[in-house]
């Protein structure tokens, strides 16, 4: 497999974790995945204030600056050969010296950088994905916060398994109050009555970097759309619905439970690939730093 890592500095196909890393021991970490376009990241700034977000939730630090991070995913980055590259950003809270739920005063943060190789020419599917309302909740704001990207991804990955246990490709999660909120990596949106809609943040989501592309786009172009509360009986009233993520971009749905969708890829699905690829066409040229340039 093309993987290529960079662990505090140093660069190498693999890297070794201490058994005593808070991010390995309980998830204490947070990360972001980005990915490059035309060899050159794209909408890495946007991340990197998430991942500052996620880590102020945790209440940890990052003692880097954006452009000290942003060099060494760039040093990285040139040294793989890829036409496109997953970037995996994880910042862990640091190394204890014993185990210890309660954090010592003195941890070192660590920054590991994951790179792999992903398809040069990314495509629409024409099959989409089939999900399941599972019983899991995501968590409650109460709880570990949706909002955050961290290394805690288990009640995440719980869900996948129990929709996949049913037969289903991913799990659409409700919250406590029965409201739809997201997939296990990705946003959710419907078309229904010429309105595109997606939960909004309220109901306990990750507030995707897509998603806010999407959004940007939809109001460009003065396309009807809503953050709306949706309950799971408004998922029947869907003619197309898709998911959102930085890796997938956009991932149609073809079932949400039994209930097959009208049209997948749907006609809206179709426009906003094309536009979202154009607008990271636009993003990459005009002002983000390139990657691999040097
Ligand atoms: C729970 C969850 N929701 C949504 C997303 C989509 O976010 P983005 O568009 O920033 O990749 C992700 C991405 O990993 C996620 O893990």
């Given amino acids: 497999m093309s993987l290529l890592t960079n662990l505090d500095g140093v660069i190498g196909p693999t890297a070794h974790i201490s058994v005593l890393d808070r991010g390995f021991l309980y998830g204490d970490s947070v990360y972001e995945v980005v990915r490059t376009f035309q060899g050159r990241l794209f909408g890495l700034q946007e991340h990197l204030d998430r991942l500052r ?5 945790i209440y940890m ?3 880097w600056s954006d452009s000290q991070i942003q060099a060494e995913v760039e040093r990285t980055l040139q040294q793989t050969h890829w036409l496109e590259s997953y970037v995996r950003i994880v910042v862990s809270r640091g190394t204890e010296t014993k185990v ?6 003195d941890l070192k943060p660590s920054l590991l950088i994951v790179i792999s190789e992903i398809d040069p020419q990314p495509q629409l599917s024409q099959i989409g994905i089939h999900l399941q309302v599972v019983n899991r909740l995501r968590n409650d704001h109460r709880a570990l916060s949706p909002a955050a990207k961290t290394g805690n991804y288990l009640n995440n990955i719980l869900a996948l398994l129990e ?11 409700l919250n406590g109050q029965g409201q739809v909120t997201e997939a296990t990596t990705s946003n959710l949106w419907i078309v229904r009555q010429g309105s595109v809609q997606t939960p909004p943040p309220s109901v ?4 995707g970097i897509t998603r806010h592309f999407l959004v940007q786009i939809l109001q460009r172009h003065q396309i009807p759309y809503a953050e709306t509360l949706l309950l799971p009986s408004d998922l029947t009233q869907a003619e197309e619905a898709f998911l959102s993520s930085s890796v997938r971009l956009l991932m149609p749905i073809n079932r949400i ?3 097959p969708l009208p049209h997948c890829p749907g006609p809206m699905t179709r426009w906003l690939w094309d536009e979202l690829l154009a607008e990271m066409d636009r993003a990459v040229t005009e002002n983000i730093p390139l990657a691999q340039s040097a």
């Avoid at 929709?163 to 659409?172: E, F, M, N």
């Avoid at 306990?204 to 507030?207: A, D, M, P, V």
């Fill in 53 to 57: 977000q996620s880590a102020d939730s």
């Fill in 61 to 63: 630090r990052v003692p």
């Fill in 100 to 105: 210890s739920l309660q954090p010592s005063r």
């Fill in 163 to 173: 929709a996949q246990q049913q037969g289903a490709d991913d799990a659409l999660l």
């Fill in 204 to 207: 306990g989501i990750l507030q």
């Fill in 257 to 259: 439970d039994q209930m």
